[in-house]
């Protein structure tokens, strides 16, 4: 399977975003996952911390008219971006950085969608399978490693900001899928009030 499997599965994509969303990307990279997305979209913001791999992006998508790039500064998202968008994503970002840098990334999601608004993440998770398994294999975190944190943890940061719970992977993994049977997935939307 694929690494956007478990969306087509779902039909995550075409259930979270219309041809009329205001769509970015957290941790863009060379623009894997935004080469897919930008088609479903009316705009797609490619954030990442990294300029080099901002570059990258900015020529894989090169031919993309709907997409933008921007750098964070500091891991930070623009003050311009507050209930900017419909969707936020984050796909195997999370599982290389630590509690502290995840809260700060939820603070600032729950700020940049609109109210509805939705925002997929993906977390190495303790509980599943493969989590478990390279868990244990790794001394200590590194940046160039992964941080593993419980679920209830990430539903508790979603929950001190606003967002509600939407969609999650299955409990214990999936063996034919690499990223289901090690991380968490997971849709959040941003409550109305």
């Not at 990258?56 to 968008?85: G, H, I, M, Y």
Request: charged letters at 20%; proline letters at 4%; one cysteine or more.
């Amino acid at each position: 399977m694929t690494d956007v499997s478990w969306a087509r599965r779902s039909r995550s994509a075409q259930a979270f975003v219309t041809p009329d969303s205001i769509v970015a990307e957290i941790g863009c990279g060379g623009g894997r996952i935004a080469a897919r997305v930008h088609a479903l979209v009316a705009s797609l913001t490619c954030f990442d911390i990294s300029d080099e791999m901002l570059k990258r992006a900015k020529q894989a998508l090169s031919a993309c008219p709907n997409v933008e790039f921007a750098l964070l500064e500091d891991s930070r998202l623009p003050d311009s971006c507050t209930a900017r968008f419909d969707f936020i994503y984050s796909f195997d970002v999370f599982v290389h950085l630590d509690l502290h840098t995840i809260w700060s990334y939820f603070q600032q999601i729950a700020n940049a969608l609109k109210p509805g608004g939705k925002a997929f993440v993906s977390t190495a998770s303790l509980t599943r399978p493969a989590g478990w398994e390279r868990f244990t294999a790794q001394s200590r975190y590194t940046v160039g490693g992964f941080y593993f944190i419980g679920e209830d943890t990430v539903r508790l940061f979603a929950s001190r900001v606003g967002l509600r719970l939407v969609k999650e992977s299955p409990e214990g993994g999936d063996p034919s899928n690499i990223y289901i049977n090690r991380d968490y997935l997971v849709v959040f939307e941003k409550t109305v009030e």
